[in-house]
């Protein structure tokens, strides 16, 4: 599959670009926060408390004259470092766990799909809770509540696409050859199953910042005075008839993030599915 051909085909509509560089956006206000940020966001002003939307304090004030921009700001590298690792943990582990299950079948694929049956049998949002219960709150925690609340998506992911390529004729040809187990599963099976892995890893980000937002709301995720959007949501809803601003702009950054992340996610699956590949393709997009 071409790169270059691949990119052509994902950005050939408006909704993919605009996604696209509305991620690029963010990520780059994650790592640039600091020297964006006008204001630090923890730094209190409490004569300039809950002060409107201005041009000293763009996105206003919060209760304790902390500037809601600049908290915005930061909070978009804590929202993106924890969804990031949290997808990172479960793609490592589900993958891992899809190739044995998948190539191997039998008592393996057994174990290892009835132990994601019994993660699969709780709410998202009850497991992160559980776990986070165990652990303690914090980012760092949450960051692993969430990696392992996800893990069985990307495992039955990938167990269901080996399924289909361990039967293959390059994948038996491989085998008669003399090719160990580790050398075709690396070789052979793994390059040949990444396009749904890619698609879900997309997808599972969007959700893994919104499940960060949602334990962070709560008061299990990031802990003040670092800013998180979920935990300004939380703050804000105290005062959402005199201080409007506290919880609508995180509450926008949290909407256009996961969006962004859903449309990118879609149009990747339409790219990478082999049939709409086609489709696409005979539209003239090549011309």
């Known amino acids: 599959m071409r790169a270059a051909e691949t990119l052509k085909l994902l950005f050939r509509g408006p909704t993919a670009i605009v996604a696209a560089a509305v991620l690029v956006v963010l990520i780059v206000t994650a790592f640039l926060g600091e020297q964006l940020a006008p204001y630090s966001a923890t730094a209190t002003d409490?004569?300039?408390?809950l002060q409107g939307p201005s041009g000293d304090h763009w996105f206003g004030t919060d209760e304790l004259g902390r500037d809601v921009l600049s908290r915005v700001i930061l909070g978009a590298e804590v929202s993106l470092r924890v969804g990031a690792v949290a997808v990172g943990i479960s793609l490592v582990a589900g993958v891992l766990i899809g190739l044995l299950a998948g190539y191997y079948g039998r008592w393996v694929d057994d174990v290892l799909m009835r132990l994601s049956d019994v993660l699969f049998a709780f709410p998202a949002m009850l497991m992160a809770i559980a776990v986070l219960a165990i652990l303690g709150p914090g980012s760092t925690n949450?960051?692993?509540a969430i990696g392992i609340v996800y893990t069985p998506i990307f495992a039955r992911i990938t167990r269901a696409s080996v399924l289909s390529v361990r039967e293959e004729?390059?994948?038996?040809a491989a085998r008669s050859a003399g090719a160990g187990d580790l050398r075709i599963i690396g070789r052979h099976v793994l390059p040949n199953v990444t396009a749904p892995i890619i698609v879900q890893t997309s997808i599972s980000l969007a959700?893994?910042?919104?499940?960060?937002?949602?334990?962070?709301?709560?008061g299990?995720?990031?802990?003040?005075?670092?800013?998180?959007?979920?935990?300004m949501l939380a703050e804000g809803r105290g005062f959402v008839e005199q201080a409007?601003?506290?919880?609508v702009f995180p509450g926008l950054a949290i909407f256009v993030t996961v969006l962004a992340f859903n449309v990118l996610g879609d149009a990747l699956r339409d790219v990478l599915d082999p049939r709409q590949r086609q489709a696409m393709a005979g539209t003239g997009v090549s011309a």
């Open 46 to 49: 409490v004569s300039n408390r």
């Open 169 to 172: 004729v390059y994948v038996k």
């Open 142 to 144: 949450a960051m692993i």
């Open 220 to 231: 299990l995720g990031t802990q003040p005075p670092d800013p998180s959007w979920g935990r």
């Open 207 to 218: 959700f893994a910042i919104l499940s960060e937002a949602a334990l962070s709301f709560v």
């Open 244 to 247: 409007w601003w506290m919880a």
